[in-house]
C-alpha cells in the first residue's frame, strides 16, 4: 500500500511561557520560567504550593459568557491552540471538504476542575444539585468532539488516553489518519487543566511532584542531582497535518515532516519507570525502525525528563543503551524545566519544541542544571539554547500506566 | 414577594444564559428566545429548585417554558 508523506503546517500552543506557538518559541529558546505560587485558590495546607501556569488567564477573554461556563478549562485551552493551529495553517476552510478533517485531540484527565465542583455540589444538595453539563464537561473525547462543533469539521474524531503519553499518541495516530489517506487534514495534539485542588494533592500524595516552595523556579530541575519531583503544568499543543502533495499544492508553510512513531508498554508498575528500560527501548527503536533511519541519524531528543529522580536515570540509561556512544553527540533536552509537566498536553506541546528546534535549527536549553547529577551524564543543552542544524528529532512521552510513545521528526527537505 | 421571585428568576436566567438583561421578560420562551438547549432547561430547572429550595416535579417543569411561565409557578408554590 502506497502512504503519503505527512507534514505540520500549522502550530498552536497556549502554555505558560507563551499564549502563542511564536511566544512559547521565544520563551523556549530565552529559558523563560512558567512556574509560579498558585493562587487561585488556597494552597496553605498544601504540600505543594506552586505550578507552571498560564499567565493572567481570563476565560472570557477567549469565549463568551456562557461559552465559558460550559466549557472546563482542559477544552478551553485546546479551543485556543486550534485556533491558532487553523489561522496559522492558512487554510481556507470556506473552501476544504470538511468532511475530511479529522480530530484528534487528547487528555490525560479530562474536565478536572469539574468533577470537584460537581462532587462538591453533590455533597450540598444530593443528585438533583449535580449539572447535566456534569458529563459533558469531564469526558476527556469531549475536547475532540467540542473542536468539530465549532469547526463543521465531520472527518475521524476521537482521542487516545494515556496519562502524559496523550499529546504523543494522539499526534502518532493523526498521521497515520493522513499517511494512510483516511482525511485530507489532521488537527492532533493534547491538553490538560490539572492545576487544580484535587489535581496537586493527588500528586502530592503519590509524593510524585517537587514541594521546593522556598524556590519554586528552580523546582523543575531535570538531571540535576537536587531534583525533587515534577512540577506540574497546564497548557495545550496542537498541530496542523497534512499530506506534502497538498502542503505543497496549495504553498503552505511546512514547519517539518513526521516520519514515524513507536509506542509501546513498560508492563512493569503503574506509576514506577522500568530501571532497566525495556519498554522505552522498544518505543524508541521501534520509532526509528518506522522513519528508517538508524541511531546515528538522530541529532536531537526532546525527552520526556520530569525531574523526578528515578525518572531522569532510567531515560539516560535507556537513551545510552539504544544509541550507544553516539548517545553524547545528541543534544538532549528538558523543556519541563521551563513549563512543567503538561500531562496529556506534555507529548504535543514538547514535539511542538522539538519539530520548531529543527526548523529554526536551535536546540532550546534544560534550564536549571546547577549540580548535574553524575547519573544522568549526557549532554543536556544545560541552561543555554544551542545552534545546530537538526535533521533528525525524536520526542519521548511517557504516560502512567506504563504507555510509552516516541515521535520522530525530519526537516523538510524535497 | 413575587418581585423577589421574579429578580431571582432573571438573575437565574442571565447567569446561566449569558444573556443580556434586557432580553429576559416575562413573554421570552427559553429555547426560542433565550439561545437554551436542552441541557440549559434542565440547569435552569435545577438552579431555581437549589435557589427556592424547593422540588419541582417532571410533569411541571414540563410546563415552565417562559420567564414569566417560572416565576407564576415558583410564586404560586412559595405562596
Given at each position: 500500500m502506497s502512504t503519503r508523506r505527512v507534514v505540520v503546517t500549522g502550530i498552536g500552543a497556549f502554555t505558560p511561557i507563551g499564549k502563542s506557538a511564536p511566544d512559547f518559541w521565544n520563551g523556549l529558546v530565552s529559558g523563560k520560567n512558567g512556574v509560579r505560587n498558585v493562587e487561585?485558590?488556597?494552597?496553605?495546607?498544601?504540600a505543594t504550593k506552586f505550578a507552571a501556569q498560564i499567565e493572567d488567564y481570563e476565560p472570557t477573554d477567549y469565549f463568551d459568557r456562557k461559552e465559558a461556563r460550559r466549557l472546563d478549562k482542559v477544552a478551553q485551552y485546546a479551543l485556543i491552540a486550534s485556533e491558532e493551529a487553523i489561522k496559522d495553517s492558512k487554510l481556507d476552510l470556506e473552501k476544504i471538504n470538511k468532511d475530511e478533517v479529522a480530530v484528534l485531540v487528547g487528555t490525560g484527565i479530562g474536565g478536572m476542575e469539574t468533577f470537584y465542583e460537581q462532587s462538591v455540589s453533590f455533597h450540598e444538595h444530593?443528585?438533583?444539585?449535580?449539572?447535566?453539563f456534569f458529563i459533558p464537561m469531564l469526558i476527556p473525547d469531549i475536547v475532540s468532539g467540542q473542536i468539530s462543533i465549532r469547526y463543521g469539521f465531520r472527518g475521524p474524531n476521537f482521542c487516545a488516553v494515556s496519562a502524559c503519553a496523550t499529546g504523543s499518541h494522539n499526534i502518532g495516530l493523526a498521521y497515520d489518519s493522513i499517511r494512510y489517506g483516511q482525511s485530507d487534514y489532521a488537527l492532533a495534539g493534547g491538553t490538560e487543566a490539572p492545576v487544580t485542588r484535587i489535581g496537586i494533592s493527588g500528586f502530592n500524595s503519590m509524593k510524585a511532584m517537587s514541594t521546593r516552595n522556598d524556590s519554586p523556579e528552580t523546582a523543575s530541575r531535570p538531571f540535576d542531582k537536587d531534583r525533587d519531583g515534577f512540577v506540574l503544568g497546564e497548557g495545550a499543543g496542537i498541530f496542523m497535518l497534512e499530506s506534502l502533495d497538498s502542503a505543497l499544492e496549495r504553498g503552505a508553510r511546512i514547519y517539518g515532516e513526521i516520519k514515524g512513531y513507536g509506542f509501546s508498554a513498560d508492563?512493569?508498575?503503574?506509576?514506577?519507570?522500568d530501571p532497566d528500560g525495556n519498554g522505552v527501548t522498544l518505543a524508541m527503536s521501534r520509532a526509528m525502525e518506522s522513519a528508517g533511519i538508524k541511531p546515528e541519524d538522530v541529532d536531537h531528543i526532546n525527552m520526556h525528563g520530569t525531574s523526578t529522580p528515578l525518572g531522569d536515570v532510567a531515560e539516560t540509561n535507556t537513551i545510552k543503551k539504544v544509541f550507544g556512544d553516539h548517545a553524547k553527540n545528541i543534544n538532549l533536552n528538558s523543556t519541563k524545566s521551563m513549563h512543567g509537566h503538561t500531562l496529556g498536553a506534555a507529548g504535543a506541546i514538547e514535539s511542538i519544541a522539538t519539530l520548531l528546534a529543527i526548523y529554526h535549527g536551535t536546540v532550546p536549553p534544560t534550564i536549571n542544571i546547577e549540580n548535574q547529577d553524575?547519573?544522568?551524564?549526557?549532554?543536556?543543552?544545560?541552561n543555554e539554547s544551542v545552534v545546530r542544524d537538526v535533521k533528525y528529532a525524536l520526542n519521548n512521552a511517557f504516560g502512567f500506566g506504563g504507555h510509552n510513545s516516541t515521535l520522530v521528526f525530519k526537516k523538510y527537505q524535497d | 414577594m413575587s418581585q423577589d421571585v421574579e429578580s431571582k428568576v432573571k438573575a437565574i436566567i442571565v447567569d446561566k444564559l449569558g444573556v443580556d438583561e434586557s432580553e429576559v421578560v416575562a413573554e421570552a420562551n427559553f429555547t426560542n428566545d433565550l439561545g437554551a438547549d436542552s441541557l440549559d432547561t434542565v440547569e435552569l430547572i435545577m438552579e431555581f429548585e437549589k435557589e427556592f429550595d424547593l422540588s419541582i416535579p417532571d410533569e411541571d417543569a414540563e410546563n415552565i417554558a417562559t420567564v414569566g411561565d417560572a416565576v407564576t409557578y415558583l410564586t404560586g408554590k412559595l405562596s
Open positions: 487561585h485558590f488556597d494552597t496553605s495546607n498544601f444530593g443528585p438533583r444539585g449535580v449539572s447535566p508492563a512493569y508498575h503503574i506509576t514506577a519507570p553524575p547519573e544522568c551524564d549526557l549532554n543536556y543543552t544545560a | -
